[in-house]
Every structure is written in C-alpha cells, then in structure tokens.
C-alpha cells in the first residue's frame, strides 16, 4: 500500500513546512507562473473570478524563478508579462491554515516542484536544483543532500519517472496552448480569454 505523499502532507500543514506556498510571494511583485488552462481548472473547482487570484503583470528577468526551461518559459511570456498567482498575506491565495485549498487542481508548476526540467526533441531530463543545506528551504530537497538521487525523491512524492515526466509533457502542452492564446489578454481579462476559447467547457 502507498503512503501518503511528502507533497499531501504539506498540503494538510502536517510538516509544518509551507515555504514554497509563501517563498514565491515575500518579494516586491510576488507569484509563480500560471497557464491559461490552470487558471481553468481553478475557476471551475472553486467558482472565483480570476481577478480575485491572479493578474498578467511584468516581471524582471532577475525575478524568474521557474522549474520550466528557457524555451519553454519563452511561450508563457506575452512581451514582457506573465500571468502571476497572486498571493495574500505574504503567502499563496489559496494556502489556509490547514495547507493547500486546491491541491487536487493546484497549478502544474506546484505538481513539478521542486523537480525542474530540460527537454531536447522530445526527450524529458528531470533535475533538482541544488542548494546548501543550511538554504533550502523545501523539506522534500532537503532529503537530496544524503545524495539520494531523482528516483529517491520522486517516490517520496508517489512518482516515478515515468509518471513525472508525463506531467511535464502536459505542462509543456499546456504552455502552447497558452501561447496559442495569450495576445487575447491585451484586449480582454482573463476570464474572457478563458470563456470565448472553451477552457471552461467540460471535458
């Protein structure tokens, strides 16, 4: 039988380890990235407006702070803006007080962390950032400092893989989706993006 994941326990504020839900939002123009799709899948669990949660806002390339490639990355960038989740009191909008309140919808950059990825004609590589131990600030990373290894890690989280680096081929299909998309949002809100392109439609 599988245990339950280092990534739920954080999510249900059982590790008292919530860095990377509040890390991204303690500096000036704070967020992670998100794609029009995981912006969808929020608004159909929760029902909120995405003005009430994220906004499309510049961001400076000393700010990047992303577990996407650089090629990648280039297609979530509209100019010099990205879409940021937004945070409150120094934290995610949707961290409570009893950890993550979308986990099983939360956007795909939080499914990846802290795995980080490079992907060359098809070919998924996973890798980890490396930081000191007395630096990291993720209780999953922390564990890497034993040397463990990427497949250690990923079965902490109940990954292989395999499975990880499908869900980095869908995050990768979703960031052209949202290339695809994402001039729309000169002219309209995001929520209108989202509506006249059928991202809100069930599946």
Not at 17 to 23: D, L, R, Y
Not at 38 to 61: G, H, S
Request: net charge negative.
């Amino acid at each position: 039988m599988v245990g339950i994941d280092v990534c739920t326990q954080c999510a249900d504020g059982q590790l008292n380890c919530i860095n990377c839900c509040t890390s991204p939002f303690t500096e000036k123009d704070p967020g992670f990235w998100l794609t029009l799709t995981d912006i969808a899948r929020i608004v159909k669990k929760t029902k909120i407006n995405p003005d009430k949660f994220c906004r499309l806002t510049t961001v400076d390339d000393d700010d990047d702070d992303s577990c996407v490639d650089e090629k990648h990355g280039d297609l979530m960038y509209l100019h010099d803006k990205v879409i940021l989740m937004s945070g409150k009191d120094k934290k995610c909008f949707f961290l409570g007080k009893k950890g993550c309140k979308i986990f099983d919808v939360r956007p795909k950059m939080c499914r990846i962390f802290p795995f980080y990825f490079d992907e060359e004609e098809g070919m998924i590589k996973i890798t980890i950032e490396e930081e000191s131990k007395e630096e990291d600030d993720c209780y999953l990373t922390k564990i890497n400092h034993k040397d463990n290894g990427i497949s250690h890690l990923l079965k902490q989280i109940n990954q292989t893989e395999e499975t990880m680096k499908e869900c980095i081929k869908e995050y990768i299909e979703e960031m052209k989706l949202h290339d695809k998309y994402k001039n729309q949002l000169e002219k309209k809100t995001i929520m209108e993006v989202l509506e006249d392109n059928g991202f809100l439609e069930e599946v």
